[in-house]
């Protein structure tokens, strides 16, 4: 009997001291919108032991995420989704308000487009905020991390406090995303900063937890308030758009006197006050949210009464280099560009990435299309995206399709592919040997050596060497 209560004693303490040293379960996540954004910090935050279910209106992408396909093209996204549903730390789900009430903190990840005046639509937000506000059976952590006007987390709070159908409470933190495309997984577990806008120290510290075994130094974890979380996110994507129009347009600055301007950044951004990144010029800036951003920030500065000099003109310095493209290409292959082949290499906004969204290669393709050029296109990721938008144009499965027969070769997107670009075997398979490179990224001494007559934009070759 004596031995049993010893026993018993012993399991018990055992058991207190397992239990003392179990981590608290940690509160469910659940992140709205598996795009972009959201399938990412699902992912990330899976691989990081937390536990989070994602949720999307689209059935289609939800059936596509529970069976291990990734909808869109991210390095390394597809392996980490597979393996967060191995271990049972993922789920996916159409059912929003199920999605809801399970959680303790919800992400607000759905897209904000452009609306035709400037401003970015929140309808999506909204429509969340209207179904959190009819599922708040407790509790809840509402983490704004779309992009999303200044004071809309005002917007969102009072919605909720309208439709809510409890006297639960709930509170409202802005959290934007820095993530980029072609490197979201690495940017997500070793961000620069995070910042974290919350009315109290303690919202704060929670939402801070989630982030515990991410690589960012402390002092780099930010809290403050919504307003200001809002706002960093619109200037500093207007900011980095600034420097790529700044090289930009020092590039055709360059380009007139035959000045090399990889070699003048190069310089440049060795001062630590500038900094070496975003200073490569190229066909333009593109993507989901530089172009948004910079309108949206326009529009907000302009309803308040600011004149946006200097914003304004981001956009139409990057406007007008896509028609600096074009213009180069014509007087490269002797300005009539009807009937001629043009190798498009590269549409995707960027390498590593499939997204299209407001590419330079949309509107260069069209308007060369327009000049009566024939389109030999091929991207190693965009194809079928591009295909949507333009189909009427000639989409190749690979490189050397696309440069056959080509009377010039067009380089919008630094694919590592094309940085490789065989020279001496594409030189047989051309009409004629024409590069334009937007991106400086061939070997210029070996395709001249080639016999190419090559141009890249911040590099005025033929400038140069008619000097
Ligand atoms: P996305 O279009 O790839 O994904 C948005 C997802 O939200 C879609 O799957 C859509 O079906 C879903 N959705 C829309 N309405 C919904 C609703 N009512 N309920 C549930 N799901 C809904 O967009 P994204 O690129 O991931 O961008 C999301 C936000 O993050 C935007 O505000 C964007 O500006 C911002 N952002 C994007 C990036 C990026 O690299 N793409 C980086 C930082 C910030
Ligand atoms: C950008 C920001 O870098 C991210 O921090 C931000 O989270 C994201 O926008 C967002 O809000 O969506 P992303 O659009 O994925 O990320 O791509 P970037 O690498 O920033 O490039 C944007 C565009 O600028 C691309 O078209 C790129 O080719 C162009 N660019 C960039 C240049 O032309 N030159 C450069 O030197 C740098």
Redesign the pocket.
Known sequence: MKTNLLIFIFFSIMNLQTMSNTPKPFPNVTI???????LVAACCLAKLKKQVCC????KD?IDKLKNKICPFYEPGLEELLGNAIDEKSIEFTSN?EIAIEEASIIFI????PTLENGDADIT?VK??AKTIAKHLNTYKIICL???VPIGTHKIVEEIINKEKISDVTFDIVSIP?????GS?IYDFINPNRIVIGAKSKEVFDTVKSLFDNVNVKSENIIFTNNLVAETIKYVANSFLALKVSFANEISNFCDELGIDTIAVMYAVGKDERIGSQFLNPGPGFGG??FP?DVKALKKMMEDAGVDPKLISNILSVNEAQKHIVVKRLCTLIGNDIKNKNIAVLGLAFKANTDDIREAPALTIIKELKSLGANIRAYDPKANSNMKREIPDITYCDSLNTAIEKADAILVLTEWQEFKNLDLSAIKNSVNQKIILDTRNIINSVRAIEHGFIYDAIGKNFLLRNSK
């Open positions: 709205i919108g598996s795009g972009y954004v959201g949720a999307d209106i689209d992408k929003i990840a759905v897209n904000t999506a429509a969340v991390k779309s992009t995303e820095f993530l980029r495309e979201a989901s949210c948004k």
